[in-house]
């Protein structure tokens, strides 16, 4: 009975894990035979045992007399001062031997728990406290000691004593490997605390060098910093796919834990550390808006650069690798910091960052930049290669194996052995105040010391390796203790399955099968067919009859880059038909895409627009007897900007190459080499998926995206669907306008500028092959008459009224000359005022004049103020319209033996003529087919009898006399746009070159670099396909 209690007595005073109790166990385990009061006198070994007594007598219970006395003891040893130094320790360290958890700790830990002492005042300790209850006494090392024993080791507490700002800067850069903006975080250290966020994309199985950023994290919270770590979920999708999508969450919630264990196995708290998952905020719209923005801004050329280093490069890139850095861009914003940390291989992107962010409004944020860890078997130690990492979760045998098969020979000090020292071994071992120990005994508190004894061969590499293998498996000791709770092992094997396909499952498929039957009285399905495929610019696909069975759901998606003209009527001709057919019709006018479209339709502008022409096309149909009740009216905006349309868009960049939208997209777009006209295409997929139409009716000049379009919704889980191209009209001129509204009629145009424009409408006699009135005739006026006949009406004299009931009559007419231009162009007028009269009144109610002010502001008014002073107009040099030129033709000036005559191809319909004096400095021979780059704004001018419209830019050099015209990078095409970088925009019509001497100013900030690459002012003139650059003149002017 009494071994009974005994044991009963034993466990009742685990909790408390005194020495003093450890001994009374041994002692119960050894003398069976004394009384209990004896092994109670042992147990309360230190204690006053009349107390004991007294409170056995008091409370009629013996061993809750001795646990009543141990805790009375436990709270005297809790002096305030005592609780104080625990907490100043707590704060730098994270344990009470430093930055393992051992015995001692656990001492201290049942000692205050058992004292119920209060810690409200006392943050670090209540966190170490919380932490240490989930240990089980097993997983700890270290020797038995007591309370006393353990507090005696603590460090002596120092003085909180309040950083200055510039103390603060310091310890932020310090071991970084370039910085940008420190000036921007000094002035934030001086108001408030730094705000940083470091984001790691949630791909492979994070390794040893991470413990590189920790250490700085360290750092940043010292200084007081508040930080964010940003689990880039959606960048890892975009990142070539390297996780799948299914596995993004488990990976996530993977990179959480594991880098709380290590910061917690490097003595950092995680309390004030906020993680935040990418996904939370980058599929909102605001998100989704910016990257429609940033996208229209970006060449594919700047994309490409940013992402070199971090993104795979492959020959055909995919469109999600472009995107990523703009996402990283914007992560600065929405995160609400300061700075952004990260490796040194990210500096590209943090350029592209401080170039764009401005241009969206966003101010700049400074950028820290560590240092790139090299893998064991040399390069970058990278998650995504086993052999180059040291896994976190690796076995200290398998950590052995990887670091005893490394090199770390005297010969190649900068081995991966030797860079891990330095970068993960050293700052971590400076945190904990302790020196790097060889097996030999030798001590070091400076990397450079044991870099150049090891270089000397003062120390042998394997003496290296055997003391890194031991520090390693002690650090990564505590973080495989900690996932081996079930929870972290079910996490790993969910976030990195062994088969990633049984992880994976298929996108959700749109299913159709719920339209109803086409059920309507006297319409045979030819009826429909006839109806829904006349009047288009290409013949119907083969399979349009054999999905006319069912309802037929029509989507008629537009631009509206341009003001409305009236071959708007042609397409509101088309609705009609496709009524008459049962259809169900769906009208979208694409704000979203007409800004992604070259940034022909400002942002703050597109809505206003595409609701304008929403109600002018709404007013066509009531004036044409058409029922808008039966047709739906949407905006992308309404539905583009959603989280599950965002989530579709990146997922489809993820499987589509740049090459495979580039081309289908080329002819569609204003400027093909901007990023967002790579996603162009992919936004038109979408919408067949979110809006479901199993017919999609666009203009002519969409029709090369239908392949494409048709290859890709299956992609997302969208049914393909029936593409008809709808019939556009061309200008009314044969030459290009000086404005766009010069060549169509808009569709609320006042009566004199109808006729005006129709005067000088191109019809030339005969001509069919391109004639805009006879355009007109067949696109607009014969699809709203009907069936009725189209009149001309002309005098007897001149042959008398004539009627058509079809167009190809009409044509026949004409062809034949039995029709004159005059005649035909009388009769077209007098069709387009009767069919814009409704309209334009329509368009005069203050709620539309409204809409019409906000869909096309006027100019801002100029501002009078003081008159300028000579040279006081800044020149920027987007000023300049600058082309990739190449020519076709050179020859001799027939009246200047200096000159040259080139013909150059910059893209345009006819080749320019411009005049060189190159004819001392290049031969004919190597000027014959080359790439120049091509001033193309300036006014026309007479060189000695021939007309020059442009100039051929050079390199020029006085002293030797020299001139090198510039060459666009290799791969630039004709016709393609020179920028500065960093100073895109659109150029002056005409240069401004009045003054004699204004363009030599503009001129002035023009040279070659050292590299004999063309600057202005140090920024780099750029083609789509690299740099500007010149054959030998080094840092000379450009002229």
Same mark, same amino acid.
């Given at each position: 009975m009494e071994q009974l209690e005994a044991v009963s007595f034993v466990e009742r005073l685990e909790a408390v894990s005194l020495v003093e109790q450890l001994e009374a166990v041994s002692l119960v385990e050894r003398l069976e035979a004394i009384s209990k009061m004896e092994r109670l006198e042992a147990v309360s070994k230190g204690l006053n045992l009349a107390c004991v007594k007294m409170a056995a007598a008091e409370r009629g219970d013996v061993i809750g007399a001795v646990y009543f006395c141990v805790s009375a003891k436990m709270s005297k040893i809790w002096s305030q001062q005592k609780l104080e130094a625990l907490d100043s320790?707590?704060?730098?360290?994270?344990?009470?031997?430093?930055?393992?958890?051992?015995?001692?700790?656990?001492?201290?830990?049942?000692?205050?728990?058992?004292?119920?002492?209060?810690?409200?005042?006392?943050?670090?300790?209540?966190?170490?406290?919380?932490?240490?209850?989930?240990?089980?006494?097993?997983?700890?090392?270290?020797?038995?000691?007591?309370?006393?024993?353990?507090?005696?080791?603590l460090h002596p507490p120092a003085k909180k004593m309040k950083m200055t700002p510039e103390e603060q800067k310091q310890l932020i850069c310090r071991r970084l490997d370039e910085v940008i903006g420190e000036e921007r975080i000094l002035g934030v250290l001086k108001e408030r605390p730094l705000k940083i966020y470091w984001g790691t994309a949630t791909t492979g199985r994070p390794h040893v060098a991470y413990f590189v950023p920790m250490t700085k994290i360290a750092d940043f919270l010292k200084a007081g910093c508040e930080v964010t770590v940003l689990l880039a979920d959606l960048h890892a999708y975009l990142d070539n796919m390297k996780a799948p999508w299914v596995l993004i969450q488990h990976r996530s919630r993977y990179y959480q834990a594991i880098i709380k264990a290590m910061l917690r196995a490097i003595g950092v708290s995680t309390d004030s550390l906020r993680f935040v998952q990418g996904t939370t905020y980058q599929l909102g719209a605001a998100f989704t808006e910016d990257v429609y923005k940033l996208s229209a801004m970006v060449t594919e050329h700047d994309a490409k650069k940013a992402g070199a280093e971090v993104v795979k490069q492959v020959e055909s890139p995919l469109q999600s690798g472009l995107l990523y850095p703009g996402l990283q861009a914007l992560d600065e914003q929405y995160l609400g910091v300061d700075a952004q940390f990260g490796g040194v291989d990210q500096r590209k992107i943090f350029?592209?960052?401080?170039?764009?962010?401005?241009?969206?409004?966003?101010?700049?944020?400074?950028?820290?930049?560590?240092?790139?860890?090299?893998?064991?078997?040399?390069?970058?130690?990278?998650?995504?290669?086993?052999?180059s990492k040291v896994d976190l979760l690796d076995s200290a045998q398998l950590v052995e194996q990887k670091l005893g098969g490394a090199s770390c020979d005297p010969s190649a000090p900068d081995n991966g052995v030797m860079a891990f020292v330095n970068y993960v071994v050293f700052p971590i071992l400076d945190g904990q105040g302790k020196a790097f120990k060889l097996k030999s005994g030798e001590m070091y508190t400076s990397f450079d010391q044991l870099k150049s004894d090891f270089i000397s061969e003062k120390i042998d590499g394997e003496d290296i390796k055997g003391a890194v293998i031991k520090f390693l498996n002690c650090l990564l000791d505590h973080i495989r203790k900690e996932f081996e709770k079930p929870e972290l092992q079910e996490l790993v094997k969910l976030a990195y399955p062994t088969n990633i396909s049984e992880a994976t499952q298929a996108l959700p498929v749109c299913d159709g099968s719920a339209v109803e039957d086409l059920t309507m009285d006297g319409l045979s399905l030819n009826d429909r067919f006839d109806l829904i495929s006349r009047n288009l610019a290409q013949p119907p696909p083969s399979t349009l009859k054999a999905g006319l069975h069912q309802t037929p759901h029509i989507l008629w998606s537009f631009e509206v880059t341009q003001r409305p003209n009236c071959g708007l009527l042609g397409h509101v001709a088309k609705l009609r038909d496709f009524l008459k057919a049962g259809c169900h019709v769906t009208v979208l006018a694409s704000d979203i895409?007409?800004?992604?479209?070259?940034?022909?339709?400002?942002?703050?502008?597109?809505?206003?627009?595409?609701?304008?022409?929403?109600?002018?096309?709404?007013?066509?149909? #009531?004036?044409?007897?058409?029922?808008?009740?039966?047709?739906?009216?949407?905006?992308?905006?309404?539905?583009?900007?959603?989280?599950?349309?965002a989530l579709d868009l990146y997922r489809l960049t993820a499987l589509i190459t740049c090459r495979e939208s580039g081309e289908a997209v080329s002819s569609v777009v204003k400027d093909p080499n901007l990023l967002s006209s790579?996603?162009?295409?992919?936004?038109?997929?979408?919408?067949?998926?979110?809006?479901?139409?199993?017919?999609?009716?666009?203009?002519?000049?969409?029709?090369?995206?239908?392949?494409?379009?048709?290859?890709? #919704?299956?992609?997302?889980?969208?049914?393909?669907?029936?593409?008809?191209?709808?019939?556009?009209?061309?200008s009314l001129l044969s030459r290009p306008g000086l404005t766009p509204e010069e060549e169509f009629i808009d569709l609320i145009e006042q009566e004199p500028q109808i006729k005006k424009k129709m005067k000088s409408a191109f019809c030339e006699e005969g001509n069919i092959t391109f004639n805009p009135v006879l355009s007109i005739v067949k696109t607009v006026i014969m699809p709203l008459l009907d069936g009725q006949k189209f009149k001309i009406t002309r005098t007897e004299a001149n042959g008398g009224d004539l009627e058509f009931e079809s167009f190809s009559s009409l044509?026949?007419?004409?062809?034949?000359?039995?029709?004159?231009?005059?005649?035909?162009?009388?009769?077209?007028?007098?069709?387009?005022?009767?069919?814009?009269?409704?309209?334009?009144?329509?368009?005069?109610?203050?709620?539309?004049?409204k809409l019409q002010n906000l869909a096309f502001p006027p100019p801002p008014k100029k501002v009078k103020g003081p008159p300028k002073t000579s040279g006081s107009e800044e020149f920027v040099p987007s000023k300049f319209d600058m082309r990739v030129g190449k020519i076709l033709e050179v020859s001799r000036h027939p009246d200047a033996e200096s000159l040259y005559v080139e013909k150059i191809d910059i893209g345009e319909a006819e080749p320019r003529t411009i005049v060189s004096g190159l004819v001392k400095f290049v031969p004919m021979e190597e000027l014959q087919d080359s790439l120049v780059v091509v001033l193309a704004n300036l006014k026309p001018a007479n060189m000695r009898g021939v007309k020059?419209?442009?100039?051929?830019?050079?390199?020029?050099?006085?002293?030797?006399?020299?001139?090198?015209?510039?060459?666009p990078a290799p791969g630039s095409q004709a016709g393609q746009t020179v920028v500065v970088e960093g100073?895109?925009?659109?150029?002056?019509?005409?240069?401004?070159?009045?003054?004699?001497?204004?363009?030599?100013?503009?001129?002035?900030?023009?040279?070659?670099?050292?590299?004999?690459?063309?600057?202005w002012n140090t920024h780099i003139l750029a083609t789509p396909a690299g740099p500007v650059t010149v054959p030998s003149l080094a840092n000379v002017p450009i002229k």
């Open positions: 320790h707590l704060q730098v360290y994270s344990y009470v031997n430093g930055y393992q958890p051992a015995i001692g700790d656990k001492a201290v830990c049942d000692s205050l728990y058992q004292a119920k002492v209060d810690l409200s005042g006392f943050v670090h300790v209540a966190r170490w406290l919380k932490h240490m209850m989930s240990f089980r006494k097993e997983e700890l090392s270290g020797e038995p000691c007591g309370v006393e024993d353990a507090l005696a080791s350029t592209y960052a401080e170039k764009y962010l401005p241009r969206l409004g966003y101010q700049k944020r400074a950028h820290l930049m560590n240092p790139m860890v090299p893998g064991l078997t040399g390069g970058k130690m990278s998650a995504s290669e086993a052999d895409l007409s800004h992604l479209n070259g940034c022909m339709v400002p942002w703050e502008v597109a809505i206003h627009r595409a609701k304008y022409f929403i109600e002018l096309i709404k007013a066509a149909m #009531v004036a044409n007897n058409i029922s808008v009740e039966k047709v739906k009216f949407v905006l992308g905006s309404d539905f583009q900007r959603s989280e599950k349309y790579l996603i162009y295409p992919d936004l038109v997929a979408l919408d067949e998926k979110y809006l479901q139409p199993t017919i999609h009716y666009l203009g002519l000049s969409s029709a090369p995206l239908f392949h494409f379009v048709e290859r890709t #919704v299956p992609l997302v889980g969208g049914s393909p669907c029936i593409h008809l191209a709808g019939c556009e009209l061309p044509e026949e007419i004409f062809k034949e000359k039995k029709l004159h231009p005059g005649d035909l162009k009388n009769s077209v007028l007098d069709y387009i005022k009767t069919l814009i009269q409704p309209i334009r009144k329509a368009a005069e109610t203050p709620s539309m004049k020059s419209s442009g100039m051929v830019l050079c390199a020029s050099s006085s002293d030797p006399a020299a001139v090198e015209p510039l060459r100073h895109e925009g659109q150029p002056d019509p005409v240069l401004n070159t009045k003054k004699s001497d204004a363009l030599a100013k503009m001129l002035e900030g023009f040279r070659t670099n050292a590299s004999l690459t063309a600057t």
